[in-house]
C-alpha cells in the first residue's frame, strides 16, 4: 500500500550533519492518514526506532537522537526527512524509512519500539560516521 525508496546517506565526520529523505508513494489515498518513520540497524546491536511522525504533525524520537535530529514530512513533495546534526560514530548504521497507514485520523501511530506495526519499509541507506 506504501512504497518507499530512500536516499542521502553517506559519510561524514563525528559532529556533521546529513539530511535523509524518503520519497513516499501511496498506492491509494487513506482517509486516516498516514504514520512515518526512521528505523536503523547497525552489525551486533538490536535494531532500534528513532523517529516517527504522525499525519497531524506530531512527532516523537529515541533518547538516542532527542535534541540532535529532526524528522519532517513536506505533503507537496511527498518526502520524509530526517535531518541528522551533531552525529556521533554510535549513529553509524543502516536507516530504514518505514510507514503504516492508518484506519482513523486520530487513531496513535505504533510506538518506536514496535518495529512490527509499520508494514512498509524501504531499501535503506547507509549512514558511517567516523571519529
Known amino acids: 500500500q506504501v512504497q518507499l525508496v530512500e536516499s542521502g546517506g553517506g559519510s561524514v565526520q563525528a559532529g556533521g550533519s546529513l539530511r535523509l529523505s524518503c520519497a513516499v508513494y501511496?498506492?491509494?489515498?487513506?482517509?486516516?492518514?498516514?504514520?512515518m518513520g526512521w528505523f536503523r540497524e547497525a552489525p551486533g546491536r538490536k535494531r532500534e526506532g528513532v523517529a516517527g511522525?504522525?499525519?497531524?504533525?506530531?512527532?516523537k524520537y529515541s533518547d538516542s537522537v532527542k535534541g540532535r535530529f529532526t524528522i519532517s514530512h513536506s505533503d507537496a513533495e511527498n518526502t520524509l526527512y530526517l535531518q541528522m546534526n551533531s552525529l556521533k560514530p554510535e549513529d553509524t548504521a543502516m536507516y530504514y524509512c518505514?510507514?503504516?497507514?492508518?484506519?482513523?485520523?486520530?487513531?496513535?501511530?505504533?510506538?518506536?519500539?514496535?518495529?512490527?506495526?509499520?508494514?512498509?519499509w524501504g531499501q535503506g541507506t547507509q549512514v558511517t560516521v567516523s571519529s
Open positions: 511522525i504522525d499525519t497531524n504533525g506530531a512527532t
Open positions: 518505514v510507514a503504516v497507514l492508518k484506519y482513523g485520523r486520530y487513531d496513535p501511530c505504533p510506538a518506536l519500539t514496535s518495529e512490527g506495526d509499520y508494514g512498509s
Open positions: 501511496l498506492v491509494r489515498d487513506n482517509d486516516g492518514g498516514i504514520c
